[in-house]
Every structure is written in structure tokens, then in C-alpha cells.
T-cell receptor, first 112, second 111 residues
Framework: GQQLNQSPQSMFIQEGEDVSMNCTSS?????WLWYKQDPGEGPVLLIA???AGELTSNGRLTAQFGITRKDSFLNISASIPSDVGIYFC????????????WGLGTSLAVNP | NAGVTQTPKFRVLKTGQSMTLLCAQD?????MYWYRQDPGMGLRLIHY???????AKGEVPDGYNVSRLKKQNFLLGLESAAPSQTSVYFC??????????FGPGTRLLVL
């Protein structure tokens, strides 16, 4: 099945550092979503993006919907230990509102 | 408002046994989904439903069956469990154009 290219696969950073991750696709998307999954839990939505060029923040998190509609990035500023988890991007292709296409996730570890 | 709930939370099966995983949502969502998550594989769609009485195959449907007899419930069945079906199973629900909300997961071990 189709998947998004999400990078990096994993990150190990020091507390206080900024983090950046991105997703790319060969197809055009009309929705980009960023989820976080804590250990032993289901994914939880962080940010949803619906327009090309849209830049949206949620606390220390900022995500952007790429102008080409084929990519998106997520930034986390001033990381803290509770940012640990797996971050997934997901997208909805134009003309298909019923299914999401998922990235394989970015595993984030934060050293206090 | 409980959101999306899944039962059981954890189950151990022997090869060849059958079981049903239950997903329930109280948000009046039209669409419901079953995913499995394996290390390094992300979330893979097993089956989904766009309304009561309808189901469709996802990316990895083999060995699973589903039913959506009531709008709020989506059942995932394993008729004859295999070790390859050891995984964490997530249910999600949404309505048209909205984001998917996930349940807490069911951890299944097939011996």
C-alpha cells in the first residue's frame, strides 16, 4: 500500500533542543495530520492542516502544509522529557476522504 | 463521552483459536477503521467501514473479518489465529473530512 516518506526514522536529543521532522509524498494531499503516540497508547492528534501553505501551532509544536501539497513538516521547540514518543504524519489524498495514508513514524527520545 | 473504546486490552491465543475484538465509539462517527501496528511497520489498515452494514478491505485484510451491525460498533474477527497475527490492534473512527480518533489498543499474542 501507499505510504508517506517520513524522516528521520528516529532522533535522540538533549532536553531543550528543537526538533524537526517531515513527510513527503509523490501524490497531492488535501489534508495533513500529525499524531503522537505515547508508549502503550493509541495515536493522538496534535495538529491538522487543510490548506497549502498553512502554518499552525499547538503550544511548542508548529506544523506546515507544503506549498506543493506533497509535503509537511513538524517542529518541536525547546523539547522536554514528555515529548518522548512516536510521531506519525498522515495525509488524505484529494478525492479520497475515507482513508488516511500513514508515514512509518519518527521515534523521539529526549535526554533530560 | 468515552470516545473510542476497545475490548479486550490484552489477549493471548493459541494458534488456531478464534476471537473477536470489539471497538465502540460514542461520537456518532460514520467511518470506523481497524489497524494493526508492528515494530517498524507503522499503522497498516486491515478493514474499514463507511457506514452501518458496510465494510471494505484495507491494506492487509487476509485472515481477518469484520462486521458493522450497529453504527457505534465495529468488530474484528480472527477465525483461526496465526503467530503472524501477533500485534497491537487499534480501532479508529471519524466522520467525513474530520480527523481520526483512536482507541487505546488491544495487544494480541498468538502462541
Amino acid at each position: 500500500g501507499q505510504q508517506l516518506n517520513q524522516s528521520p526514522q528516529s532522533m535522540f536529543i538533549q532536553e531543550g533542543e528543537d526538533v524537526s521532522m517531515n513527510c513527503t509524498s509523490s501524490s497531492i494531499f488535501n489534508t495533513w495530520l500529525w499524531y503522537k503516540q505515547d508508549p502503550g497508547e493509541g495515536p493522538v492528534l496534535l495538529i491538522a492542516l487543510y490548506k497549502a501553505g498553512e502554518l499552525t501551532s499547538n503550544g511548542r509544536l508548529t506544523a506546515q502544509f507544503g506549498i506543493t501539497r506533497k509535503d509537511s513538516f513538524l517542529n518541536i521547540s525547546a523539547s522536554i522529557p514528555s515529548d518522548v514518543g512516536i510521531y506519525f504524519c498522515a495525509g488524505r489524498m484529494a478525492g479520497n476522504n475515507r482513508k488516511l495514508i500513514w508515514g512509518l513514524g519518527t521515534s523521539l527520545a529526549v535526554n533530560p | 463521552n468515552a470516545g473510542v473504546t476497545q475490548t479486550p486490552k490484552f489477549r493471548v491465543l493459541k494458534t488456531g483459536q478464534s476471537m473477536t475484538l470489539l471497538c465502540a465509539q460514542d461520537m456518532n462517527h460514520e467511518y470506523m477503521y481497524w489497524y494493526r501496528q508492528d515494530p517498524g511497520m507503522g499503522l497498516r489498515l486491515i478493514h474499514y467501514s463507511v457506514g452501518e452494514g458496510t465494510t471494505a478491505k484495507g491494506e492487509v485484510p487476509d485472515g481477518y473479518n469484520v462486521s458493522r451491525l450497529k453504527k457505534q460498533n465495529f468488530l474484528l474477527g480472527l477465525e483461526s489465529a496465526a503467530p503472524s497475527q501477533t500485534s497491537v490492534y487499534f480501532c479508529a473512527s471519524t466522520s467525513e473530512g474530520e480527523t481520526q480518533y483512536f482507541g487505546p489498543g488491544t495487544r494480541l499474542l498468538v502462541l
